[in-house]
């Protein structure tokens, strides 16, 4: 499609106007549907990432799946296509901000921080219910309109980029900003719906207090703390915040995901006070969700490994604005859902155990020992099988 200018027409349909953001990955232009005769946002991506073939299926494949979720807290996705080899997707535009312009000027108040999450809650609930997870939950892609609606940005773009480059430029590494990764995420984990939830009350911790929970100096530690480090009491640096919504958040966060809200509409229900948000207990010895083989130290290693913390992109796509300047209201980048029926993972039931074989007083032969296992994994397949062994022994 060569150098993108005002006035350019895409798809013989959408007459490009002003470029009103671009971060690492994308530009987004108003631009007007002259079939409709409205106005939209146009993000057309960066040269280079469009060159590539499995960017350029991801980003429409994405597009055509955001395209078929709507709802009124949820940037709504219109039209995809490609000049040129160029992919472009056409979206709502949104006159309004981020929330990092307005977290730039300090906390908010609670019942202004509250209203916000309910908001981004009430997408993510019915993107849930879709099998749809968000995965990048945070300030930048959460846009305020003059009226005070909210709208949570890009369900299903950015997000799938960044994976295919990461694959393409590095051997490991962690995709998404560190200061809301779930610990499950940082454990190299798919995201599930609770992943979503644990962003949620990251953000909302933000709002009540000006801060994340966990930052450090730098971004590796930053999401490493996710899964070392206690959760800050939200009261110590916000006093006025109800004591449900402190227990609401503390829940939210917990390391294990089997120990959070189900999904957005529980943690939406408790913020509400509608239900009890009972702080989880510790698990019981060998309870809980398993952890993967590569411990925190572990993990250590295969960063300083790699040399490479991927960081949504490779620009400032998710840096935060100064007081004194609003980022446009499109930059913020979208994230990958996952196919339908998204759910919590699984606790793994326990395994059984068995009797040894015994001997007592004179010769005999030990009784031949059988055991079965089944499982269900994730996709739903299970998995079967059976051991079988002899043995003599004497009393």
């Known amino acids: 499609m060569g150098t993108v200018s005002a006035m350019t027409v895409i798809g013989d349909r959408y007459e490009l106007g002003a470029c009103v953001g671009a971060g690492g990955m994308a530009r987004v232009y108003a631009a007007t549907d002259r079939l409709l005769e409205r106005p939209v946002a146009v993000k057309i991506l960066r040269h280079d990432l469009g060159d590539d073939a499995e960017v350029r299926r991801r980003f429409l494949r994405e597009a055509r799946t955001a395209a078929q979720f709507t709802h009124p807290n949820a940037v709504q996705v219109f039209d995809s296509g490609q000049d040129g080899g160029q992919p472009w997707i056409v979206m709502e535009l949104i006159e309004g901000v981020n929330l990092c312009a307005t977290l730039a000027a300090g906390p908010l108040p609670v019942d202004e921080a509250l209203r916000i999450v309910d908001g981004v809650l009430a997408a993510l609930h019915a993107a849930h219910r879709q099998g749809i997870v968000h995965r990048d939950v945070k300030p ?73 929970p966990f930052k450090s100096d730098t971004a590796v ?27 609401a958040i503390e829940r939210a966060l917990a390391k294990d995901p089997y120990d959070r809200f189900a999904d957005a509409g529980e943690l939406r229900s408790a913020l509400h006070g509608e239900t009890a948000a009972t702080v989880p207990l510790p698990p019981a010895a060998g309870g809980g969700r398993p952890r993967p083989r590569w411990t925190v130290a572990a993990a250590l290693s295969a960063f300083a490994l790699a040399g490479l913390l991927l960081l949504t ?14 980022p446009p209201a499109q930059e913020a980048e979208a994230s990958e859902p996952v196919p339908a029926a998204a759910e919590q993972p699984r606790r793994p039931a326990p395994a059984e155990a068995s009797d040894p074989a015994k001997g007592q007083g004179k010769p005999a032969k030990a009784k031949e020992a059988k055991g079965r296992g089944e499982g269900k994994g994730n996709n739903g397949s299970r998995g079967k099988g059976k051991g079988k062994g002899k043995g003599r022994g004497r009393g």
């Open 221 to 247: 530690t930053t999401a490493l703390a996710h899964t070392t480090q206690p959760v800050p009491d939200v009261r110590a640096a916000a006093p006025g915040v109800p004591d449900h919504v402190a227990v």
């Open 313 to 326: 992109g490779s620009g400032g796509d998710n840096q935060r604005p100064t007081a004194d300047v609003d």
């Open 140 to 212: 930048g892609n959460v846009l305020l309109q003059p009226d005070g609606t909210v709208k949570l940005a890009d369900f299903g773009i950015a997000k799938s980029i960044e994976d295919a480059a990461g694959k393409l430029t590095s051997t490991g590494g962690i995709v998404g900003t560190p200061e809301y990764l779930s610990p499950e995420q940082v454990d190299g984990e798919p995201a599930s719906p609770a992943s979503d939830v644990y962003a949620a009350g990251v953000l909302l911790f933000e709002l009540l207090t000006g801060r994340p």
